[in-house]
C-alpha cells in the first residue's frame, strides 16, 4: 500500500505561482508513474501532468503546458508541481496519484491509477 500526502496549496492572485509536493510513502517509486490531477467543484476531475520516476518523462495537459511544471526529487520521494501564470480558471483542489501503467494516451484517464491522495486546495483570484 502507498500512501500520498499532497501540501503547498492555498489562495495565490491571477498570476502568481505556487508550488505543490506529493510525498510518497513507497519504499521505492522507480516502477511508478506519478501524475496530478485537479478538480473544481462542480466539475469532473482532469488530469494535469505526470512523470515517469525512473525517465522523468513527462505530460502535460495542454491547458497547463507551459506554466506548469512537474518535477521529483529522488531523495525524499516526493512529486512537485511548480504552477505559475496561474489563472482563476486554475482554482480546484489538486491530487496526486501513482500508476504502474505508462502510455502518454492512458497516463491521462483517472481509472489507470491505483493510489490517490487526500488532496491539497488551490484558489486563484482575480
Known amino acids: 500500500q502507498v500512501r500520498l500526502v499532497e501540501s503547498g496549496g492555498g489562495l495565490v492572485q491571477a498570476g502568481g505561482s505556487l508550488r505543490l509536493s506529493c510525498a510518497a510513502s513507497?519504499?521505492?517509486?522507480?516502477?511508478?508513474?506519478m501524475a496530478w490531477f485537479r478538480q473544481a467543484p462542480g466539475k469532473e476531475r482532469e488530469f494535469v501532468a505526470a512523470m515517469t520516476w525512473r525517465e522523468a518523462t513527462t505530460v502535460y495537459a495542454d491547458s497547463v503546458k507551459g506554466r506548469f511544471t512537474v518535477s521529483r526529487d529522488t531523495t525524499n520521494n516526493t512529486f512537485n508541481l511548480e504552477l505559475s501564470s496561474l489563472k482563476p480558471e486554475d482554482s480546484a483542489k489538486y491530487y496526486c496519484a501513482l500508476t504502474t501503467n505508462w502510455t502518454p494516451l492512458t497516463v491521462r484517464f483517472i481509472r489507470s491509477y491505483s493510489f490517490w491522495g487526500q488532496g491539497t486546495r488551490v484558489t486563484v483570484s482575480t
Open positions: 513507497a519504499r521505492t517509486l522507480r516502477t511508478y508513474t
